[in-house]
Each structure stands twice: as C-alpha cells, then as structure tokens.
C-alpha cells in the first residue's frame, strides 16, 4: 500500500466528521482539504521533474477509493484535481513551470466542456465563456478549461479545433454561489466565468491530439504519460465512484445490524436484504479489479514501446462505464430494500445514496453512448460517436 494511502486511512475518523460540514459550506473544510494535500495523492501522476511522483495509475486510484470511501466530496474532488498533473505532465515545459515552479503543491481545476470561445490574437487567444462543475475551484490556483478556436472574426468554423486553455487564478472569475445540488455539495463544483482573457499559444494543447497521446513525446522517458489522457480521466471518475460506493456500503453494514423490519426481521438476518448486499459487493470488487487489471496492463505495453489503438480505448471505457452501472444498480437495489429509514436526511444512508447517484450522472460514468461508440468501432459502420475515450 503506498504511503498516501496509509495517510488517508490513518486520518479517517477526520475524513468522515468533516462530510457533513464540507456539505453545508458547499466545499471542503480546511481539515479536510489539508488530509489530501498532506497525503501527498495528488501528486502521485505528478511528474518528478515537478515534484511528483510519477506512480503507477493503481496508486492513484486505490487513493481516490480510500479518500471517496471516508468522504464523497473529498473522493471527488481527488479524483478530478488528482489527475489533472496527468495532463499538465504532458504541455509544454514553460507552462509546467509555472504551475509548479513556486510550489509543486498547487492544485489545478477545470472542466473540459468546450463552453469557450477563443479568438486568434497574436502568439495566442483572446478567450471568454462560462463553464459549469469546476470541482474543488475555491483550493485550486490554476484551471484548465475545454474552448473552440474561432476565425479572426469570432465565427466558428464548420469543423472548430477544440483546445484545452490554462488559466492562472487571476484570470478568471469563480461565481459565488453557483453550486446548488442534491450531492457531492461539498466538492463546491461552482462556475467559473472568463472575459476576454488573452491565452497565449503555450498555454494550450489540442483536444484530440492529446487523446491521442500526440503529446507523450515530452514524457518519452516514462510509460505511465503514455497511457490515453482520456482513459486516465475517465478511470480516475469511476475510482472516486467506487469509492463513494465503498463508503455507502460500508454505512449500510451499519445499519443492517440493528434495523428491524415491520415483522420483527433483523436485517442482518433478513436474506433479501443478505442477498441484494452479497451482489453489490461482488460487483464492486469486480469492476475494481477489471479497471484496476486493464490500467496496468496498459500500463505493461506502453512499456514495451507498443501504442494504444482506438479500439482498446473504447473496449476499455466499455468496461468501465459497465463496471460503474452495475456498482450503480447493485446500490439501488439494495437501498430499496431498507426500508421508509433510508430517507430520513438525519440519517447517513440517505446522503450517501444522494453522493453516489450523482456522481453516477458524470458523462464518464454514462453508459449508452460509449456502447454506441465502441459497436460502431468493433462493426466499421462508419458512424462516428463523440465520446470521451
């Protein structure tokens, strides 16, 4: 077990008490903030060049479990900021220098949904837009954020160049009370909003390109930064789900030793309710291991000099987001079975399923258009489905 885990299961009883507050102030607490910074996790995918640590992907993601199981919020925003050295590994060396150059500590959001427009203006962009589900915002000093180059005019082109843009905090706006949800409230995912801020080119990477793994060559040296950015993301969102998962399973354990149904069954007893736990926990554990099992197998190729292809990419977020449905479905099953106490906000089961089932609506968890995407692969139909892989 790496020792940024063995951090966050020592500081667990600080994790959990601090979940309900992080929820009522709509981010994390600072003792809570504190407990990842101090484990050290989110600089597990950091390169070494920058203070990082350049760990194997199953590091990260036991992390981003450990961190979810005692706190959704936390889980959450550990696997978003968390894997964002990932991609900044990869840029250009200026911009890696000035995100870590003062202090390998600093902490980068985003989100990637191409809300921006950037307007070419020299050796860069004049950008603006707003996005929505900036996780963990109000601890990041930087964001990275998915915009569509225009033409000198400001129109879109009819096939727009979309790009990743990397702003210092002072360059952006964080919209105070923005974020009013029915779980994960604590990861304070608020809006960040942009007007005309100039982005210079270094500052910039290519959407697709960087799937691609077009940018690994400034990482030759090191296999784990040849992995699909987009495969990485998406496993990182399904870990801080699982972990989520672990967590709500563990609080029904709880409560089954001492629930009694209307006919006097204690629910540890009770083998519909022994059954439907006995499934989610088998799901669970296998959609760990298959995620956990694929990364390093990957992980073991890149090693060897040989690329991803496109058609591992989508067999492997097939998997994923299954693994995910069936942890989703498993909860539900089980949480229907406990009974009118289930729903009482007083009580733990209740937000916990509220945490999950909204990490549930996360593009990287949905299921129907990567099973599209990786069909229309496997069968050469030609249809072309935009999806994160």
């Known amino acids: 077990m790496h020792k940024s885990v063995e951090y966050i299961h020592a500081h667990a009883p600080t994790l959990r008490e601090q979940h309900v507050p992080s929820d009522e102030l709509g981010l994390l607490t600072e003792p809570a903030r504190d407990i990842l910074r101090d484990s050290g996790g989110v600089r597990l995918l950091q390169a070494k060049s920058h203070g990082g640590m350049e760990s194997v992907p199953t590091d990260f993601f036991e992390w981003v479990r450990a961190v979810g199981r005692y706190n959704a919020s936390a889980g959450w925003i550990a696997g978003v ?18 995100i870590y150059g003062a202090d390998p500590d600093t902490w980068v959001a985003s989100p990637y949904a191409p809300n921006g427009r950037a307007v070419p203006e020299g050796d860069g962009y004049r950008f603006s837009g707003q996005w929505q589900y900036s996780t963990g915002t109000d601890h990041c000093d930087w964001v990275v954020l998915g915009g569509l180059v225009t033409d000198a005019n400001g129109e879109l082109p009819d096939q727009p160049e979309m790009c990743h ?9 964080i919209v105070d009370d923005s974020w009013h949800v029915m779980g994960l409230s604590g990861t304070g995912s608020k809006d960040i909003r942009i007007q005309d801020a100039w982005v210079p080119a270094y500052r910039t990477v290519q959407h697709t390109s960087l799937a691609d793994g077009e940018y690994g060559h400034r990482r030759a040296e090191t296999p784990v930064f040849q992995i699909p950015w987009g495969c990485m993301f998406s496993a990182a969102i399904a870990s801080a789900t699982f972990g989520i998962a672990q967590g709500a399973l563990e609080e029904y354990r709880e409560y089954m030793q001492t629930r009694i149904s209307a006919m006097g069954v204690v629910g540890k007893t009770d083998p519909f309710q022994q059954a439907a736990l006995g499934e989610v926990e088998a799901d669970l554990a296998a959609g760990i291991t298959h995620v ?8 073991d190729q890149v090693t060897k000099g040989d690329a991803i292809d496109h058609g591992q ?20 099953k089980l949480f229907a079975s406990a009974g009118s106490a289930a729903v009482w ?5 209740e937000r916990n399923w509220r945490d999950l089932r909204t990490a549930g609506t996360h593009v990287c968890n949905m299921a129907d258009g990567i099973y599209g995407a990786w069909a229309n692969h496997e069968f050469d139909t030609g249809i072309f489905s935009n999806v994160m892989y």
């Not at 900021?81 to 000035?98: C, R, S």
């Not at 843009?165 to 706006?173: N, S, T």
Request: proline share 5%; net charge negative; aromatic share 12%.
């Open 292 to 299: 956990d099992t694929m990364m390093m197998q990957w992980l």
């Open 165 to 173: 843009f990397f702003l210092p905090r002072g360059d952006y706006e």
């Open 81 to 98: 900021v968390g894997v964002h050295p990932f991609e900044v590994a990869v840029v250009d060396h200026k911009l890696q220098d000035e």
């Open 345 to 349: 906000t007083t009580r733990p089961l």
């Open 313 to 332: 990419r989508l067999e492997f977020r097939r998997n994923q987001v299954r693994a995910v449905q069936r942890v989703l479905f498993g909860v539900d």
